[in-house]
């Protein structure tokens, strides 16, 4: 098992997604900071892109801000520099390819592992496409996250037999309930190639739905509920994070007890 | 290197949950394109209903007022819905059917692709929803109640640039949404594989007659072959059965709005840079981030940030040029063929006539260019009339 695998070797994991620069990287910094003092077991940051087209509304106006205010990667770059000074909490990259490919997949990956990055996702570069970025990946101790969805029931072999990190099972909350059988059969058919964590991704907000989600994986990724309170609160929203985060916490320790 | 590629550009740049939809319609795709059932049907489509072959006409009062090469015209604007368009969607629409899909969904620019969709859903008994930057369905509000007409349902996109760009981003977002009893009808060379080959193979319909026209008319190849582009569509269409032919030079022309040295400009081989975006390796007008540009041309069918893979690698190789044409060579060059020929063409299709009139003077009487006339200029009429500051009232 990769570092990050092992960091994450736990079940009801509650992790979280804010996309860097919303509002400004400075506030950015403090509301991950937050999350993590909230007891958040890994950070993704999303890299702001002018069309993220795998994004729902809400994290797209997060995208919309973050440029309109400056955010650049050079800025993220720094930022993560400072955090790793404070914390070692676990930061996955969320990447478009086009920043990337134009930052060059190399220089991105040797930079990610200088300013302290634990793994990338790039969510328009798919299985068939990615094998030169997960050389430049795996040559700089980087985890090159695999994604999987609803409709990757055929292709699981492949996508999930050399996955490192975790495996990013993104679906909306509604269609994760509505396919439990799907979401059943996926889990036994990923667990057939590995044991690496899974986390579900997709717009879950309340303890409910996350304890429904956690008895299927082994945690979420808290994408819409972290950016909403964040694109409300600005750069005072590091309690209101705290108090979520403190709230759901609490109901994943019910969760094991009734697991 | 993976499947579908155009030298280094191509491939498929799209989000996981596409994915085994993508290999289904590719699958879908190669299996119908051979069969003669489906083949048969798409050009009983093509003969009867979408007024194929299209004309070859040869436009004398151009070439004698140019004084250089002799003139032709690839008339895609007499198809019916008034493009090229036509001649991707039947196929694609067919091949919706075939695959028992009962809803498409399509992006448009100008409007164009949009007819033509919710022409064939309507033609062939499929739901139909069409979306559309909302800065567009301003400039081409006609476009938006006819494909209501056919219909369809349109949706004007609110986010990013509202144009085509963005209405792209929202139809990908829709069929991730939906993809069990949806096909997503691609408009243009560009997305990602299989995409670009099912739209050129579908609209080399174009060179196929064309080459077999002039032909026909000369006697011989053209020296030159023009055509407008965006991401590229009629052009492809209007070049591909030309490429082995080595001494027939293949021109495209890009939209360069106000000029390639503005910043309002959507001229992607002169400006862009490679880049990864919309589901393909191509070239793209983006800032030094790589974050893609808000482009912009007159033309709402040229204003895209990219450039389908195929020409991006016609480029590289040198096969084929990339020439920019501004608006205000567009808008002469529109007012110039409808009083010299009697054509209102469209304003795409008039950056590529603007360039024929820059080339023709300079080439012998004996050559021949053929131009390829994407789409008919009705659409565009109110758009150029205030262009000029005329105040229309209907």
């Known amino acids: 098992m990769s570092k990050l695998s092992k ?37 993704e940051i999303g890299v702001p892109f002018s069309d993220p087209v795998a994004e729902g509304p809400i994290v797209q106006s997060a995208n919309v801000r973050a ?44 930079k990610c592992k200088a300013v302290g990055v634990d793994g990338i ?4 570069v798919p299985y068939e496409e990615n ?24 292709r699981l072999e492949k996508l999930v037999k050399e996955a490192t990190g975790y495996i990013r099972l993104g679906a909306s909350a509604k269609s994760f309930h509505q396919n439990k059988r799907t979401v059943e059969d996926m889990m036994a058919e990923i667990r057939k190639y590995t044991q ?46 705290k108090e979520y985060i403190g709230m759901l916490t609490g109901s994943v320790a019910k969760a094991q007890l009734t697991a | 290197m993976s499947e579908g590629r155009y030298g280094k550009h191509g491939g498929c740049y799209i989000p996981e949950v596409l994915m085994s939809e993508i290999e289904n319609l590719k699958k ?50 007499l198809n019916h819905t008034g493009s090229h368009k036509i001649n991707n969607v039947l196929g694609q629409a067919l091949l919706a059917k075939k695959m028992g899909k009962t809803r498409i969904i399509a992006e448009t620019g100008a409007g164009q692709h949009g007819v033509a969709t919710a022409t064939a859903a309507a033609l062939l008994g499929l739901e139909c929803e069409i979306f559309m930057g909302e800065e567009d369905t301003i400039r081409q509000a006609l476009n938006v109640y006819r494909m ?54 579908f609209q080399s319909v174009i060179s196929k007659e064309a080459r077999a026209q002039i032909l026909e008319a000369e006697g011989k190849l053209p020296d030159v072959v023009m055509a407008c582009v965006g991401g590229g569509s009629n052009a492809m269409g209007m070049f591909y059965e030309f490429i082995k032919d080595e001494g027939v030079r293949l021109i495209g022309c890009e939209a360069a709005g106000k000029g390639i040295h503005t910043e309002e400009t959507a001229a992607t081989i002169a400006v862009g840079r490679e880049g990864i975006f919309h589901g393909m390796k191509s070239y793209f007008c983006q800032d030094e981030y790589g974050q893609i540009a808000p482009v912009y041309s007159i033309s709402a069918g040229l204003d895209y940030p990219g450039i389908g893979p195929e020409h991006a690698n016609l480029h590289d190789t040198g096969r084929a040029e990339y020439v920019p044409v501004t608006d205000d060579e567009a808008v002469a060059a529109f007012e110039y063929i409808a009083k ?25 009487k004996d050559q021949i260019i053929i131009c390829c006339l994407s789409g008919r200029g009705d659409k565009d009429v109110a758009a150029i009339a205030r262009y000029r500051g005329v105040d229309l009232h209907e």
Not at chain 1, 132 to 150: H, K, P, S
Not at chain 2, 158 to 182: H, I, P, Y
Request: with cysteine; hydrophobic share 40%; aromatic share 8%.
């Open chain 1, 7 to 43: 960091i994450l070797d736990k079940k009801n994991m509650i992790t979280g997604f804010v996309t860097a620069g919303d509002p400004s990287i400075e506030a950015t910094k403090e509301n991950i900071l937050s999350l993590v003092e909230a007891g958040v077991e890994m950070v």
């Open chain 1, 67 to 110: 440029l309109a205010n400056g955010c650049t990667i050079h800025k993220i770059f720094d930022m993560i520099e400072e955090l790793r000074e404070k914390t070692q909490v676990p930061f996955v990259l969320m990447t478009y390819a086009n920043p990337m490919y134009n930052y060059g997949f190399e220089a991105f990956c040797q």
């Open chain 1, 121 to 124: 996702i790039v969510p328009d």
């Open chain 1, 131 to 154: 094998a030169e970025l997960r050389a430049f990946a795996q040559q700089n101790d980087i985890e090159l996250i695999t994604m999987v969805a609803l409709s990757s029931m055929n």
């Open chain 1, 196 to 241: 690496i964590p899974v986390l579900f991704c997709g717009e879950v907000e309340t303890k409910e739905e996350i304890e429904r989600i956690q008895l299927y994986t082994d945690g979420v990724v808290l994408d819409n509920a972290l950016v909403e309170r964040i694109a409300e609160h600005g750069k005072n929203a590091g309690d209101k994070l």
């Open chain 2, 28 to 77: 879908s795709y190669e299996y119908y394109k051979n069969d003669e059932e489906f083949n048969k049907e798409l050009q009983k489509l093509l003969t009867e209903y979408a007024n194929r072959p299209s004309l070859l006409y040869y436009a004398k009062k151009m070439t004698e007022d140019l004084g250089g090469a002799k003139i032709y015209f690839k008339r895609e604007d």
């Open chain 2, 148 to 201: 209501e007409l056919l219909g369809a349902k349109v949706h004007a996109v609110k986010s990013g640039t509202r144009t085509l760009k963005d209405a792209v981003n929202e139809c990908m977002r829709e069929w991730t949404t939906r993809m069990d009893d949806t096909l997503y009808v691609l408009g243009s060379v560009m997305g990602p594989h299989p995409f670009p080959m099912i739209v050129r193979d």
């Open chain 2, 340 to 364: 010299t020929e009697g054509i209102i063409a469209a304003i795409e299709s008039s950056h590529a006539v603007a360039h024929v009139m820059k080339l023709a003077p300079t080439m012998r």
